[in-house]
């Protein structure tokens, strides 16, 4: 039984051992998640994704440093990062990220930071990140940013834990057909162009323009004899002005240009969630989502302690000399004919 | 019931429907690829992963023309080429892929193409790529090149499939230290600098050898005074001259620079794999992760079932009213207290 007091007072020696915990899959760890869950749902999760060399580590501590000093006026907001590394699942790629990251953001007690790469399953590591992120959200941490490297599903998953989802891209990547994908257009809340003071900004300001312009038919726009045209929404337009719609904004992190910007941009869409409904709709789908990823790893470990090693070993034999095939194997495995 | 003979003599509306039947996760799909799976065993899979922008597309297009053309007096050999793209869950990115690639193999009755999109979870995305290299196998395809876009968990996963495994760079995107990751290195069997006619080139070599360099301790250097030095190999000699050593081979995909002598490096994987007894360790790590994915999957669909829709949907509101953690939930869920 561990004690929740010191973590829901924001200690941050007790919620640096938690998080090791919840990393590690403890039962100490777990109890200790279903304890503060009720203390759980305040926090705005902010992902962050995009391919690797767009500069979101950048970018994140940026916005970090941001929510620390706002220039408006309000108090600063206490601050955590989740850094989730899916392709590093074996070594400290994650520990270099935290000393390259830290350098603006060092003895700031409002900041936490913490870095996780895969050490099992991916399932493994959706899991870890929904706790961290809940420990962080009842530890009074009113931001938590969820930067997650890359562009794949994996990714596109742990971003489906955030209420406001980042895209982040580069100049330069774009020339590439598989470098901007639908499937990130339709999880983005806000489109960044990072390295926005390099050559060939342009181009990718048009290409993710007319990604846009197909994804959100409010605003399509089409060329006709060679003229952009406007079209006339196919949605009710007041129904369309309830609806978010992604616009791209230019950042160079290095020097912090257009972050002023686009933390406006993150404060509206999150009054936006609030507004119209859609925060407790994506608290649902994110909690619903965390939940069948749970249950799905829960499963296969429980169900492989119902088969000994020799057992196991025995089928898989049959499978390796083509005996038979992996999809009959995993019927009758199931059917407990072994 | 299919008739499978169709499938094993190659003819191609057969394998078209087939590989279709697998994506839909149809039973008879499933019957089939029982049935062919005997069949199965005889190609050479080739993996080819990599961050977006590296142009690994049109990578796999060069090989699969110099496996229809060699330069050696052998004869062709049939080239299946499944392109797996889990970035784009929604639309039809894989459709796009096909026209862009299929330019300089048209109408070549010895190449089959054939793009998958993710439909549904990454678990269901594994399986069908397995089944459909199953299917190409058991056709007859010779040399299976399995192109899986970024380089998150996911596509690791999917390049595990895979006998040799290419890891394609391009100049450009290493100045971010995510670009280049262990994880991915792990996993490496041959590494290829693509679009080596680019500025930086030496700067991608150099970052690339010295993680090979961390990787692979037989040929570890190190820099002592300002020198590089070679270290002594810890593994003994003879030991070490029978481990497979990635090495990297740079390619200009667009008009074919190094693709020759990366089609002699991969030949000469595969004939290490043969010899040193690795190429059948490999296969059973390949059956024993697609047996176990497919347990995964099949384990939450069958559980599903067990419970109505209502009970699951009261069971997720008291985890929406935070009345219950999603941990606890799942373990009254799999001891049936709904």
Sequence with gaps: MIDITPILSGERLALSRLLTQIENDTPEGNEALNQLFPH?????????????????????????????????????????VVAVDPTSPFTGGAVLGDRVRMKDLAGDPGVFIRSMASRGSLGGLAKSTAGIVQAFDAAGFETILIETVGAGQAEVDIARLAHTTLVVEAPGLGDDIQAIKAGIFEIADILVINKADRPGVENTERALRGM???????????????????????????????LWQPDIYKTVATDGSGIPDLVT?????????ENSGDWVRRERTRLQTELENLLRETLITRWRKQISDEQYQAFLESVFERQIGPIEAVNKLLENKF
């Excluded at 726009?221 to 009710?236: A, N």
Aim: proline share 7%; net charge neutral; hydrophobic share 35%.
């Design 265 to 273: 941009a993150i404060t509206q869409h999150q009054a936006y969630l």
């Design 40 to 80: 759980t749902g305040q926090a705005h999760l902010i992902g962050v994704t995009g391919a690797p060399g767009t500069g979101k580590s950048s970018l994140v501590n940026r916005l970090a440093y941001a929510y620390r000093h706002p220039d408006d006026g309000q108090p600063p907001k206490r601050v955590a």
């Design 212 to 242: 846009l312009n197909l994804a959100h038919p409010v605003r399509r726009v089409f060329q006709h004899h060679g003229q952009i045209m406007e079209v006339q929404p196919t949605v009710d337009q007041d129904e369309a002005a309830e």
